[in-house]
């Protein structure tokens, strides 16, 4: 006969079972990783993560000026922006409503060229402490689109997070942005909306550049955004996106785009039969 599951004993209360026993484990668990990250900031990326996987049922979107993401279920505090090392340029306050508005600048400038025409920029909102809003201007999509943005988003509902080097790792691909998912940008939309790259170089996976940005002011102690494009050396459309923002790093892998179809020549006309 099969012996019976061991129990523990517990003061006040019937026996626990293992499952129990377990559950309690992984809280003691959960409770001192939140000590360790200070308030369980890993814990409710996690969530947000979750979040980003079913994007429709947890977000609102709106593309009619720039791209504003409305956060249903909103899980980020203010005081998180200290773990990532954000610090807005300025902060706007009205009742419980808190506008932190975020620039950055090329690190570089390229000859005849004005970093202030590249300038990257965000605006969040909080609402009682919790970030509801994400703002992006409409200048920042006038060469890629903003559906091709939006899928990046959701790449990040489907990341492999390594908590220790605070790094995602996520593809692209149809199972989670199910369409036809947006060209990637090439050559030419990203020297029209980033102008030219810091670094230009060819590797065995393509033509690689990296773009450096800074914080706009002083005030505004955010650290730096590194951003690194592959592309495509036969379709110059980019076929990587590798990066660090602030104390984040991450690294997208995009679709390659489908090589047009083999035209198909007319048939031959036939002299009608006499």
């Known amino acids: 006969m099969t012996p019976p599951p061991p129990t523990v004993a517990h003061p006040g209360a019937g026996p626990v079972r293992p499952r129990r026993a377990g559950r309690l484990l992984a809280g003691l668990a959960a409770a001192g990783l939140c000590l360790a990250l200070g308030g369980c900031i890993y814990l409710r990326l996690?969530?947000?993560?979750d979040q980003l996987a079913d994007f429709d049922r947890n977000f609102d979107v709106d593309l009619r000026h720039g791209v504003t993401i409305a956060f249903r279920k909103?899980?980020?505090?203010?005081?998180?922006?200290?773990?990532f090392k954000l610090v807005p340029e300025s902060r706007q306050r009205l009742g419980h409503v808190e506008r932190w508005h975020f620039r950055w600048i090329k690190a570089y400038q390229a000859p005849g060229e004005d970093p202030r025409n590249?300038?990257?920029?965000?605006?969040?909102?909080?609402?009682?402490h919790k970030l509801a809003r994400v703002l992006l201007p409409e200048r920042l999509f006038v060469f890629v689109p903003k559906h091709f943005f939006l899928t990046i988003v959701k790449a990040f509902g489907h990341a492999q997070i390594d908590r220790n080097r605070r790094t995602a790792s996520?593809?692209?691909?149809?199972?989670?942005?199910p369409g036809v998912i947006p060209p990637p940008p090439g050559d030419t939309e990203l020297l029209a909306m980033l102008g030219a790259p810091?670094?230009?170089?060819?590797?065995?996976a393509g033509t690689v550049w990296?773009?450096?940005?800074?914080?706009?002011?002083?005030?505004?102690?955010s650290g730096r955004i590194d951003v690194r494009f592959?592309?495509?050396?036969a379709s110059r459309k980019a076929r990587r996106i590798q990066g660090r923002i602030i104390e984040?790093?991450?690294?997208?892998?995009?679709?390659e785009p489908a090589a047009p179809a083999p035209a198909v020549p007319p048939p031959a006309a036939h002299a009608p039969a006499r």
């Open 118 to 128: 590249y300038e990257v920029s965000v605006d969040f909102l909080f609402v009682d």
């Open 248 to 255: 984040f790093t991450f690294d997208i892998n995009l679709p």
């Open 198 to 204: 810091a670094e230009q170089k060819e590797t065995a």
């Open 210 to 221: 990296d773009y450096h940005y800074q914080a706009a002011s002083a005030g505004q102690r």
């Open 46 to 49: 996690l969530e947000l993560r």
């Open 74 to 83: 909103p899980v980020l505090l203010d005081e998180d922006m200290m773990f």
């Open 170 to 177: 996520a593809d692209v691909h149809e199972d989670f942005a």
């Open 230 to 233: 592959t592309l495509n050396p």
